[in-house]
């Protein structure tokens, strides 16, 4: 009978287990996954995986720089199938990049096809674009074959990956990296070979070099898209020496003469990773919205060089003002940030300038030990070889005499002549024709060169001088190729001092000219031009339906408050309203009003006003103007209502008005101090008037010596004053009392 064991059941596999500790030590895994296998480059070679893996499927697929080229798909193919198994579209877009001339300064993949544009324009699909190594490529993988660096199974054990290329490229300041891991992130922007390597061979003269003596080689970073970089001296030193920080970079430009006195400007490049397809939406965006009045027009010129015209408005216009005005609101000056978070042997850390050339100088030592010891080893096993050949021509003819006659030849050769085994298979592996004299001459010619190759690489393994020496020619050799005389190690990217330019205030670059502004009760709004009388209504035209909800005059060089029952200030410029033909258009298509939101004020704001601002529920206080003025369509949040509340009053206090009257829906005046209220940027503020039924009416400021005085109402302007308000004076917060006699019963102060 069978015995069949019982599988266990499922509860004896479940581990007791707190949720909190399960899920912190997955999301380590992951987050260390993240960290070291995606997204930071290594110190060492500047690469990240699937960078590495692309450039080593290339290489075994033999597409050298000299060689043809092969279809991308064949590339992605191989390196997903055997190296990186993720989705074929990532590997791609790795390779892409590695190919645009916009995106790196130094590419590593020739492409052949449509790989984008710098408009922002997607390269090809994979079966249509072609790729090979550049020789940057092929620099930063030399010594693969010569055991200089460890290599790893890959993912399924069936072929082999280096864990990081040798080359002596220094690719990871010169082409820079970029990538959000968990926690942390890096950014390292392009730099110029020539400037790195200059530094690498000054730091390797003198370990203890400090670290201002690095900016001497090192100006800044060269970006492939050129530029002006404007970020100060002290700046840039301070980011080299900590490692993070930031620069400040501008697009390039000239003034192209017109003749007559006109004039335009030309933009020849444009900072590193701004799409240029974007960047001619914004500047268009500027002209078309008027955002920038002494902006008269762009236009694209661009092929595959940049040529952006900007046109002035007038001939009048500072060129060097226009230019800092688009730098201030457009991508033509961005910040670049530099983070060098990398990771040195699998552990994570932002290092400086000459930390992290130190450490690549002692990987470049390790290989340069490594690479010697391989060939060391290579020339003494074919010392011992030629040793073998050598005796062998000595007793020819006993050799011959021994593989003729002997039954085991190889042990005959070795008791005869003692040789070793790998000798002696050797000499019964020669050719006849290797017999002959001249042979013997040219084996003891290469015995005698590979004797001393080996002895000058025994001193190199044995001495750091040696070896400083070594690495220092070797840096020079390539210092030559990539000098800043040729076209590729010229510097593009131009380090200046920012011109200081005095910006024009908004309102300067506009005519002042009258405005009546006119909104409907609708929430249509049209500025009109002059000062019309708004006495007479004959001259504003609403739709059906619809009728004047504020009219008032302005000028173009104001600035319009808009507040609304949400609480909200908005800001408006007159300039930019429709004008007074038709009906005008909605606000809502000018600013981010809410849902169900109505229109509580509409003015011009003045920067010495103080405004006092109500919910319906009796709390409020005091505002600067400056608190409320908004610099985008979102506006800005200044009062925040509760729940059931709304923004009910927003008046001006006059400059001299000491006391505040307040009435409710429940017709109970009170008059308090304005000192009582505080003044705030934003909140709830503090109760104006108990009630129990309703909520706030009305509220203004006034001169307590002058009296409280209300409009009389009906077709006339007659006013009414109260000049005792002794029995209505009270403490902030309280009920109040009834009006005086007469006070509207709209419970408005008008």
């Not at 994570?348 to 340069?368: C, D, F, I, N, T």
């Not at 490594?370 to 096993?381: D, M, P, Q, V």
């Not at 010229?490 to 200046?496: D, K, N």
């Not at 005085?709 to 029995?727: P, Q």
Request: include cysteine; glycine fraction near 10%; hydrophobic fraction near 40%.
């Amino acid at each position: 009978m069978a015995i069949t064991t019982a599988e266990p059941p499922e509860t004896d596999r479940i581990l007791d287990t707190p949720f909190d500790t399960a899920l912190g030590d997955r999301y380590l895994v992951y987050a260390l996954s993240t960290i070291t296998a995606r997204s930071l480059p290594d110190l060492r070679d500047g690469l990240k995986p699937v960078h590495r893996r692309i450039l080593w499927g290339m290489r075994l697929l033999k597409l050298d720089p000299a060689a043809g080229y092969k279809k991308c798909a064949r590339v992605v193919g191989d390196v997903m199938g055997k190296y990186h198994p993720h989705g074929d579209q990532s590997i791609y877009d790795a390779l892409v990049r590695l190919s645009q001339d916009f995106a790196l300064r130094y590419p590593l993949v020739d492409g052949q096809g449509n790989f984008g544009n710098i408009d922002g324009d997607n390269a090809a699909a994979m079966r249509y674009t072609e790729a090979r190594l550049t020789a940057a490529a092929t620099e930063l993988m030399d010594g693969l074959d010569e055991a200089s660096v460890e290599f790893r199974a890959t993912y399924n054990g069936e072929e082999e990956e280096p864990e990081v290329f040798p080359g002596m490229f220094p690719n990871l300041l010169a082409n820079g990296s970029s990538g959000i891991a968990v926690g942390m992130a890096t950014s390292i922007p392009p730099h110029n070979v020539a400037e790195v390597l200059g530094a690498a061979l000054a730091l390797l003269a003198n370990p203890d070099l400090p670290e201002a003596a690095m900016l001497e080689h090192v100006h800044g970073p060269d970006f492939p898209t050129g530029g002006i970089c404007v970020e100060p001296a002290a700046s840039i030193a301070e980011a080299y020496a900590t490692g993070r920080g930031s620069f400040r970079l501008r697009a390039r430009w000239r003034v192209e003469d017109q003749g007559h006195g006109t004039w335009r400007i030309v933009i020849e490049e444009i900072p590193y990773q701004v799409v240029k397809g974007k960047l001619i939406e914004a500047l268009a965006e500027l002209v078309n919205e008027k955002k920038l009045p002494i902006l008269g027009d762009i236009d694209d010129e661009s092929d595959s060089a940049i040529r952006i015209i900007i046109e002035p408005k007038s001939r009048n216009v500072d060129p060097a003002v226009l230019m800092e005005s688009l730098f201030k609101l457009t991508d033509l000056e961005v910040r670049i940030s530099l983070n060098m978070n990398v990771l040195d042997h699998g552990r994570p850390g932002v290092l400086s300038l000459k930390a992290v050339l130190g450490k690549w100088l002692v990987h470049q030592r390790e290989v340069l030990l490594a690479r010697s010891r391989f060939r060391l080893g290579k020339i003494e096993a074919r010392l011992e070889i030629l040793g073998g050949f050598l005796k062998a021509y000595l007793n020819l003819d006993e050799v011959i005499r021994i593989i003729r006659e002997a039954d085991d030849a190889k042990l005959e050769l070795i008791a005869a002549f003692d040789l070793t085994p790998v000798q002696a298979e050797a000499i019964l592996n020669m050719r006849l024709r290797s017999l002959r004299r001249l042979e013997e001459i040219e084996i003891t010619r290469e015995n005698k060169a590979l004797t001393m190759e080996a002895k000058a690489l025994t001193e190199l393994i044995g001495s750091p001088v040696q070896q400083t020496t070594r690495l220092t020619t070797d840096l020079g050799a390539m210092l030559k190729r990539y000098g800043k005389d040729t076209t590729l190690g010229r510097r593009r990217t131009t380090v200046e001092t920012a011109p200081n330019v005095k910006l024009i205030a908004y309102e300067d670059m506009i005519d002042k000219e009258p405005l009546t502004i006119i909104a409907s009760q609708k929430g249509w709004v049209r500025a009109m031009k002059g000062h019309i009388d708004l006495a007479s209504g004959d001259a504003i035209k609403f739709k059906e339906g619809d009728g004047a909800a504020f009219a008032f005059h302005a000028h173009t060089t104001d600035k319009i408050m808009v507040a609304v029952s949400d609480g909200r200030f908005y800001t408006l410029t007159p300039d930019k309203l429709p004008g007074g033909r038709g009906f005008g258009e909605p606000l809502r298509l000018m600013i981010d009003l809410g849902e169900g939101t109505d229109i509580v004020a509409l003015a011009v704001w003045k920067a010495d006003a103080r405004l006092l601002v109500a919910a319906s529920d009796g709390r409020g206080f005091i505002v600067e103007a400056a608190d409320i003025l908004a610099e985008t369509r979102k506006g800005r949040q200044v009062l925040n209502p509760k729940d059931g509340a709304k923004l009910s009053i927003v008046r001006a206090i006059p400059a001299g008005d000491d006391m505040i009257a307040v009435i409710g829906d429940n017709r109970k005046l009170l008059v308090f101090g304005v000192d009582e209220l505080p003044t705030m940027g934003r909140g709830q503020g503090v109760t104006l008037q108990r009630y129990k039924d309703g909520g706030l009416a009305d509220a203004r400021s006034f001169i307590m010596a002058e009296g409280l005085s209300w409009a009389m109402g009906g077709a006339g302007t007659r006013t009414r004053t109260e000049s005792d308000l002794s029995f209505w004076k009270s403490a902030r917060g309280t009920a109040g009392r009834l009006p005086p006699t007469g006070f509207p019963r709209d419970n408005k102060f008008g």
